[in-house]
T-cell receptor, first 111, second 114 residues
Framework: KQEVTQIPAALSVPEGENLVLNCSFTDSAIYNLQWFRQDPGKGLTSLLLIQSSQREQTSGRLNASLDKSSGRSTLYIAASQPGDSATYLCAADNAGNMLTFGGGTRLMVKP | DTAVSQTPKYLVTQMGNDKSIKCEQNLGHDTMYWYKQDSKKFLKIMFSYNNKELIINETVPNRFSPKSPDKAHLNLHINSLELGDSAVYFC?????????????FGQGTRLTVV
């Protein structure tokens, strides 16, 4: 059974700082790993999807990496902004139809 | 134009009632899902539905039943609601279910059972 863990659970940084969010998973037989953003009281917004054959994906100031052998993924946010404040969730897709989510990292970027 | 939409956004109801949450996607996807986010914010899969094949998470009580009138809709029916059913329910969809395609989520339905 897949288990996904995210560290840290909460993070507070000053504006402009580069930061890394960590995600680990126990079963490396994944189809893909997906990073989401969730704002309070809102739905999930897909940020990046890394297929199992890929090592990383980039979108603007976001870069996600995947190391299947070690069961790890990281989300790198460059030059953080207050608008980046949200909860970031990673999810592993094993069965091809179902995502297993981590508990999330609650990020606060202070002006 | 909303890709995955759920109604209602908020639902408050009494214990023992039966309720439904509707979900529609206009992305042309053939796989839809229901997820539950509990008070601790953990998101867990409840069901996936692909071309009339239903995959159920074994931990979901049989009071919960998904119904798909067509490929674009997957509704969630809940019978005999209990206090513990209070949560946010998210609908999602993806193309090529089973091949690890990107999932898109609705805005969620906050269910409160009193």
């Amino acid at each position: 059974k897949q288990e996904v863990t995210q560290i840290p659970a909460a993070l507070s940084v000053p504006e402009g700082e580069n930061l890394v969010l960590n995600c680990s998973f126990t079963d490396s037989a994944i189809y893909n790993l997906q990073w989401f953003r969730q704002d309070p009281g809102k739905g999930l917004t897909s940020l990046l999807l890394i297929q199992s054959s890929q090592r990383e994906q980039t979108s603007g100031r976001l870069n996600a990496s995947l190391d299947k052998s070690s069961g790890r993924s990281t989300l790198y946010i460059a030059a953080s902004q207050p608008g980046d404040s949200a909860t970031y969730l990673c999810a592993a897709d094993n069965a091809g139809n179902m995502l297993t989510f981590g508990g999330g990292t609650r990020l606060m970027v202070k002006p | 134009d909303t890709a995955v939409s759920q109604t209602p956004k908020y639902l408050v109801t009494q214990m023992g009632n039966d309720k439904s949450i509707k979900c529609e996607q206009n992305l042309g996807h053939d796989t839809m899902y229901w997820y539950k986010q509990d008070s601790k914010k953990f998101l867990k899969i409840m069901f996936s539905y692909n071309n009339k094949e239903l995959i159920i998470n074994e931990t979901v009580p049989n009071r919960f039943s998904p119904k798909s009138p067509d490929k674009a809709h997957l509704n969630l029916h809940i019978n005999s609601l209990e206090l513990g059913d209070s949560a946010v329910y998210f609908c999602a969809s993806s193309s090529e279910g089973g091949n690890g395609a990107e999932a898109f989520f609705g805005q969620g339905t906050r269910l409160t059972v009193v």
